[in-house]
């Protein structure tokens, strides 16, 4: 099938969350629309047989009507879930080598997320934005305006101070008390130990966490014709590179670095998503979203 | 070696540009933000070793483009000093004047005598040329360094009397230094006098390089008496009439009384004393000339003893001759044509001419050889075998006057010279009802005394077609009047009109009898020359197209002037020494010119030293242009412009190749 997805500059070009979210949301699902039940609150259902002391109102009679056996539905979820996202809103996320920022990439791939789930699956939303500090925090729920208050609170982020995983996820778990979904959007600039140590306790009080590692192209593979004076944008630390280095030490680090989160996180019981800036938003989403189903 | 404009060099600090950003600039690498740096090391070092490496010949080359530029624009310059350029080289010119002046106290052999030490005392191995100079310069030797060859050129130097010309020596040493390109150093041995000036001092301009050396052969100015001119006829008809003026000049001379004789081939025929003024000029006339038939040998001589003996006496010839014989063909009705010719030539003093006048149908014996002139008046019914050997006999020298009246329209063609008539043209009846003379030539000599014909009415006048015939005249409405032909050695003179006052009343006014008078003097071949020329003068020995007759020149001493070869073909002769000149011309007839020395070469009187320094200075250390002018600098910006062309044609090629490596990397 063709699915003609969002370029990144685009999404940039229109104005409003919302728009952007639905834009993604709305051309995505439309992809998907084989298979619409795919959704965040939509955990798992499965059929047993019936055995006695089981309750009778979970018994699916139509299949008993039809096989004169009796079968169990069974819904792993309670209701709704929840959806939080952490967004990174340190002072690399505001990395540019193409027009849309680390940062915008992560508040359009949170806003769609947020659209999802509440206009489509019905599920409550919150968000906690931080670098070293907790910025922002809107708390999960399913209140009528909670997007726009979601939305609003993307709208002020602003790419500053310099990352910490320690701190500001200590204070997390103070603010998660449910079990549900919690996305962590970062470029993660951490040595992978320390941020899966930062991140794991989430893990513990039953959520699901998935790390969107969100990257631009020229993080991935720098292009350097000269050598250059790199400035930190965080520390503003400056470094003299040569397009030697770039070319060659840099990418086998940082594939490196990639490889080192991807297996540590997923040994922590952790999702963990590369993102690359360039690549159209609904394409990405749609493609961890099947990757998230397939799994379950 | 300099620089003509110094201040561009400060340019060349324009070369701190490339090596600040060939080696300075690539420290300082562009300052790029990015995310983090936790995944980067330093890693420079070896990358900035190679790039200045590769770079150095390119740097090399911008370096240099912008040294050449600044030097261009300071645009070096050679100086090319010429005395130091030529220190080995140069030309030792003799010029030796050989003028009539140089005859007085033996000044020419003075002149050589020096002339020889000098050449004596030059170094071997150097050019030297020698040049004799009159009126004209003749260059004796080219220039050479056998010292033998210049010793013999001087030797050979002989008096040309003539006028000594130092503006002719100036410009002939001009043209040398010009042609040679090394300095010319001039020995001029001359007695430096003044009448050899040109009027503008700036005719005597030497070229920067000649150096002048005078040598003057007299240094202050001498007494000399001299006849300074004679005025006698050339051709004498009646002795009783015959009047001879001699003017006698007396140059830085005191008040003296000198006896001045007339002799007539060799013959003293008459003595006057004279009183000449002070420096002045006394005139002395001779009366009542006995001299035989033919050309007589006439001198007026004064008794002096000065320097320059050869200019007491002045020579002029004169011929005793019966009057020419000038044939009239007349047609019948032209009769009144007749009585005013003759009336005309009768009355005239100069000429003289014995006419015979017959019609046309009378001709067909007549011996064409004996008259000097044939006249024809609106004769046109020519017998055509006397008009062939008309034609034949103007081939020949003859002459020939038409006059075209209406008989001659009628026949719409002109005898003789063949021109075609195209109609009769008659004066309009209104208005004036005649036709006047509009342009005329009055230098000519059928017309010199005869003006413009002023106020002459002409009523009738042939249309006359000239063709390659000369227009003298032209009446008001164009119409050719008076043209003249030259047929062979001969000439013919077309007056298109008739002479009958029926025509025209040209007959009735005064410029009838000397228009007759010269164009008949002029037409038998009389009127032009004096009793004597000066030296040096060109005489004419046959028209145009006249080869093959020989014509013969025998110098005062009897030689022959020509060679075979230059009798046959020579259009003339340059009549050089003083003395008689006996002249045979191509068109027969024989004469004898008296050739006499230009009389401003008696005034010795020398330059004075100021007027000799000034021309000094117009040559090599005198005048400060001159030498500035000389040593131009030669500037070289533009070779070095084109040197930076080159480079940076290189330096673009080697900054394309770096640019595709870079872009390849």
Not at chain 1, 136 to 156: I, N
Not at chain 2, 282 to 309: K, Q, W
Not at chain 2, 340 to 358: D, G, H, I, K, N
Not at chain 2, 465 to 489: K, N, S
């Amino acid at each position: 099938m063709l699915q003609r997805f969002l370029n990144p500059s685009v999404l940039a070009g229109i104005s409003g969350l919302e728009l952007v979210a639905r834009t993604v949301v709305e051309g995505f699902v439309a992809g998907l629309h084989r298979s619409p039940d795919f959704g965040f609150s939509q955990e798992f259902a499965e059929y047993r047989a019936y055995s006695e002391g089981d309750d009778l109102r979970y018994v699916d009679w139509n299949v008993f009507a039809r096989t004169e056996r009796a079968y169990i539905k069974r819904y792993r979820g309670e209701t709704n879930t929840l959806v939080t996202a952490l967004l990174d809103t340190s002072g690399s996320m505001g990395y540019s080598s193409h027009g849309v920022s680390k940062l915008d990439y992560a508040r359009y791939l949170c806003a769609s997320v947020f659209y999802l789930a509440i206009n489509r699956q019905r599920d409550g939303a919150g968000i906690i934005v931080f670098d070293d500090e907790i910025r922002h925090f809107v708390a999960p729920s399913t209140r009528q305006g909670q997007l726009m208050r979601l939305l609003h609170a993307l709208e002020k982020c602003a790419p500053r101070a310099r990352t910490d995983f320690a701190k500001p996820f200590f204070h997390f778990q103070q603010f998660l008390h449910r079990r549900g979904i919690v996305m962590v959007v970062s470029d993660f600039y951490e040595t992978p130990e320390k941020i899966v140590r930062a991140v794991e306790p989430l893990r513990h009080k039953g959520s699901e966490v998935v790390l969107f590692h969100v990257l631009d192209p020229r993080e991935i593979a720098p292009k350097l014709d000269e050598p250059a004076l790199l400035v930190d944008m965080e520390t503003s630390d400056s470094l003299e590179v040569s397009p030697d280095y770039a070319r060659t030490g840099y990418r086998v680090r940082i594939d490196a670095h990639i490889a080192a989160l991807r297996e540590q996180s997923r040994a922590a019981g952790l999702d963990y998503f590369l993102i690359d800036t360039s690549r159209p938003l609904d394409e990405a989403l749609r493609e961890y979203l099947s990757l998230r189903a397939g799994r379950m | 070696m300099g620089f003509l404009a110094p201040w561009f060099l400060a340019g060349l600090a324009a070369i701190a540009l490339p090596i600040y950003v060939h080696l300075l600039r690539q420290h300082n690498v562009i300052p790029l933000k990015f995310s983090s740096l936790m995944l980067f090391e330093k890693h420079t070092q070896s990358a900035v070793k190679r790039r200045r490496l590769r770079h150095l010949l390119l740097l090399a080359l911008r370096v240099l483009l912008l040294a050449l530029l600044a030097l261009a624009f300071a645009n070096p310059f050679v100086q090319r000093d010429p005395a130091a350029a030529a220190s080995g080289a140069r030309i030792e010119i003799v010029a030796i004047d050989r003028s009539f002046s140089m005859r007085a106290d033996n000044r020419l052999e003075r002149a050589k005598r020096e002339a020889l030490a000098i050449l004596s005392g030059r170094p071997a191995g150097g050019l030297g040329q020698v040049l004799a100079f009159g009126a004209t310069v003749q260059l004796m030797t080219q220039a050479v360094d056998d010292p033998a060859e210049l010793r013999a050129a001087v030797q050979a130097v002989e008096s040309d009397d003539s006028r000594s010309s130092y503006a002719e020596l100036a410009r002939v040493l001009r043209a040398i230094a010009q042609t040679s390109k090394l300095p010319v150093q001039v020995h001029l041995f001359s007695d430096m006098q003044k009448t050899s000036l040109p009027p503008s001092f700036s005719d005597l301009q030497l070229a920067p390089s000649i150096t002048l050396i005078p040598h003057p052969l007299a240094t202050a100015s001498k007494a000399n008496w001299a006849v300074e001119s004679v005025t006698a006829p050339r051709r004498l008809l009646d002795p009783a009439k015959s009047r001879v003026e001699a003017t006698i000049a007396g140059f830085a001379t005191p008040a003296a009384r000198r006896s001045v004789s007339l002799a007539i081939n060799g013959k003293v025929m008459q003595t006057k004393p004279v009183e000449v003024p002070a420096s002045g000029r006394a005139r002395v006339e001779f009366l009542r000339l006995d001299a035989p038939h033919g050309f007589s040998r006439c001198e007026v001589r004064i008794d002096s003893v000065d320097a320059l003996a050869d200019d007491d006496a002045f020579r002029f010839s004169i011929e005793r001759a019966d009057p020419r014989r000038l044939l009239f063909v007349y047609d019948q009705r032209q009769a009144r044509s007749l009585l005013y010719v003759r009336a005309a030539l009768e009355s005239s003093v100069e000429a003289s001419f014995l006419m015979e006048a017959v019609a046309p149908g009378e001709t067909a014996n007549l011996t064409l050889s004996k008259y000097s002139l044939v006249l024809l008046s609106d004769a046109a019914n020519l017998p055509e075998a006397f008009e062939a050997a008309l034609k034949g006999w103007v081939r020949t020298g003859g002459s020939v006057f038409v006059a075209a009246g209406p008989g001659v329209a009628a026949r719409r063609r002109v005898p003789v010279s063949g021109g075609v008539v195209s109609d009769l043209r008659y004066a309009p009846r209104e208005g004036a009802r005649f036709r006047t003379v509009a342009t005329a030539d009055t230098a000519h000599p059928a017309l010199r005394r005869a003006g413009r014909l002023d106020n002459v009415r002409f009523y009738q006048v042939a249309g006359i077609e000239p063709g390659d015939a000369r227009v003298l005249a032209r009446l008001d409405d164009q119409t050719p009047l008076l043209l003249e032909q030259r047929l062979g050695a001969g000439k013919i003179l077309i007056f298109a009109s008739a002479l009958d006052n029926v025509s025209n009343d040209l007959p009735l006014h005064a410029a009838f009898v000397p228009f007759i008078e010269q164009a008949a003097n002029y037409l038998a071949g009389g009127e032009t020359r004096a009793a004597s020329v000066t030296a040096g003068s060109f005489l004419e020995l046959r028209a145009e197209g006249g080869a093959g007759v020989a014509a013969e020149v025998l110098d005062p001493q009897g030689k022959r002037v020509l060679s075979f070869a230059e009798a046959a073909a020579a259009r003339g002769v340059t009549l050089t020494s003083p003395g008689f000149y006996e002249i045979r011309r191509a068109a027969g007839g024989r004469e004898l010119a008296a050739v006499n020395a230009d009389r401003r070469e008696s005034d010795l009187e020398v330059v004075p030293a100021e007027t000799l320094a000034l021309w000094q200075n117009t040559g090599q250390g005198g005048v400060d242009a001159a030498s500035v002018r000389e040593s131009k600098p030669w500037a070289m910006g533009w070779y070095i412009m084109l040197v930076v062309l080159l480079v940076a044609m290189t330096e673009f090629l080697f900054g394309l190749r770096y640019l595709a490596g870079e872009e390849a990397s």
